[in-house]
């Protein structure tokens, strides 16, 4: 339990972090995530991959910090806006840093179906296959999916980035 | 390849997992389609930038919490499985099923029947006692009887008799009428046949010091020869010290028969 946890504990935070994103509540989960390992090990049948059953572990324990927080995400949308018009960083090596900020926060504006897809693919590294597992839909839906969230965060992006570059 | 069908490649192409004549048909449809090369270019930078996205790392605190937690829930396991008890009866009535109850209840309803009917069986262990106990009563009405007989046929003018009533006597229990009646006879009866069946008779009951005493006394007033020689060898068999006086006795007799005589005094001599 404990390699699980040293193999495990990093991507689940990070999912967990972009999905929710408060830290405390973040590690909160990554603990409820295993828990619920040790009390359902036997619903994991070795059929499978043991990351997709993780996942859908820990999408379970954030539908219920969801639900307990009564909001779907939890991200104060207007104080994020105000983040991406008041992000003026004119230094140019701060500039790449600036735009994966500024991406993390589109990011968060996403709403959570594509956002989910996102992080997913880009941050958890997993083959669409995977996801497709873990959201329980098919292979090709999935690319369909990541491909409508790339145009959705494109566009959040671009709004927000032009007052910058204007 | 149009726009509509490369844009489909757009994750996988991302994602860098395309064949290589898929990439090369991708790149060539993009270098003619200049909107889509856009889009592409695009989504590829966002992509990149994606990955300069920072996450905070998880601290050494969660680790600690984790830690804690697997030991929480180490201990709570344990109690759990000491307290297994009302989880195994739940065990037990998941797997009894109706069908098996049914077969259970009715093997040990078996059971019980036969250990119901082999205790009756053996429960005439209670009559059997009241049936000894019957017997006993017949057995001491028996006694009864003998002694009556005895009593009564004793006195009978009938040697025949006399001697039917010594018999009856024998194998009955010592009664104090009844060794009253059976010495009277062997001191004073007219036969000597009976008197001979009577000192048999006595020589059961010689175990009582009483009958012995009162055999030594009967000696001296025996006539007959026969009786007189039994009488010895009875001494001689109890070794009844006691004897010896009322054998001297005897042999002052004028009219002792001589046989008589020397066994009488062999007797002195075994016994002394």
Same mark, same amino acid.
């Given at each position: ?23 405390d ?22 059929? +499978?991959?043991f ?15 969801? &639900? ?15 983040? *991406?018009?008041? +992000? ?8 790449s840093r600036?735009?994966a ?8 504006? *996403? ?43 494109? &566009?959040?992006?671009?709004?927000n980035?032009?007052?910058r570059?204007? | ?19 290589k ?24 930078q966002?992509w990149?930038? /994606?990955?300069?996205?920072q ?6 605190? /969660? ?46 309803l078996?059971v019980?029947?036969?250990w ?8 005439? @262990? ?7 106990q ?37 194998? @009955? ?22 008197r001979?069946?009577?000192?048999e ?5 010689? @175990? ?22 039994? /009488? ?20 002052k ?20």
């Open positions: 339990m404990g390699l699980l946890f040293e193999r495990y504990h990093r991507p689940l935070y990070t999912f967990l972090y972009h999905m929710a994103g408060r830290n509540a973040c590690q909160d989960m990554v603990q409820n995530v295993f828990l619920r390992m040790l009390k359902y090990r036997h619903t994991f049948t070795g059929e +499978g991959e990351k997709t059953w993780m996942y859908h572990l820990a999408r379970n324990v954030l539908s219920d910090h969801f &639900k307990q927080n009564k909001a779907v995400g939890y991200y104060d949308v207007h104080e994020l806006a105000d983040k *991406l018009d008041g +992000g003026t960083l004119a230094d140019s090596e701060f500039e600036q735009d900020e500024l991406i993390q926060t589109a990011l968060a504006i *996403l709403n959570q179906e594509h956002r989910e897809v996102l992080i997913l693919s880009r941050f958890q590294n997993l083959k669409y296959a995977e996801i497709a597992e873990i959201l329980n839909i098919s292979e090709g839906a999935v690319k369909v999916r990541v491909h409508r969230a790339l145009g959705e965060l494109k &566009k959040i992006v671009l709004k980035n032009n007052p570059t204007a | 390849m149009n726009c509509e069908h490369t844009r489909e490649q757009l994750a996988d192409w991302l994602k860098d997992c395309l064949t004549t898929e990439k090369s048909e991708v790149e060539l449809h993009l270098i003619h389609c200049l909107q889509c090369q856009e889009e592409f270019e695009a989504s590829r966002l990149t930038t /994606m990955n300069l996205v996450v905070s790392v998880p601290g050494e605190a /969660m680790k600690v919490q984790f830690n804690t937690m697997l030991n929480d829930y180490k201990k709570t396991s344990e109690i759990e499985k000491k307290r297994t008890a009302p989880d195994w009866i739940r065990q037990v009535r998941e797997f009894l099923t109706p069908q098996l109850a049914l077969q259970l209840g009715f093997s040990l078996l019980g029947l036969g119901i009917i082999g205790y009756r069986m053996k429960s005439p @262990a209670a009559p059997s006692v009241a049936y000894e019957q017997i006993d009563t017949l057995a001491g009405q028996v006694q009864k009887m003998k002694q009556m007989m005895t009593l009564a046929l004793i006195d009978n003018s009938s040697a025949t008799e006399r001697i039917r009533a010594v018999g009856y006597s024998m194998g @009955a229990e010592a009664n104090e009428r009844v060794l009253e009646a059976l010495f009277s006879t062997l001191n004073s009866d007219s036969n000597v046949n009976v001979l069946v009577t000192l008779a006595l020589t059961q009951f010689a @175990a009582d010091p009483l009958v012995r005493t009162e055999l030594v006394k009967s000696l001296a007033q025996q006539d007959s020869p026969m009786v007189q020689i039994a /009488m010895a060898d009875l001494m001689v068999r109890f070794q009844e010290k006691r004897s010896v006086k009322a054998l001297r006795e005897l042999l007799k004028e009219d002792l028969n001589d046989m008589v005589k020397n066994k009488i005094e062999q007797t002195i001599k075994d016994l002394s």
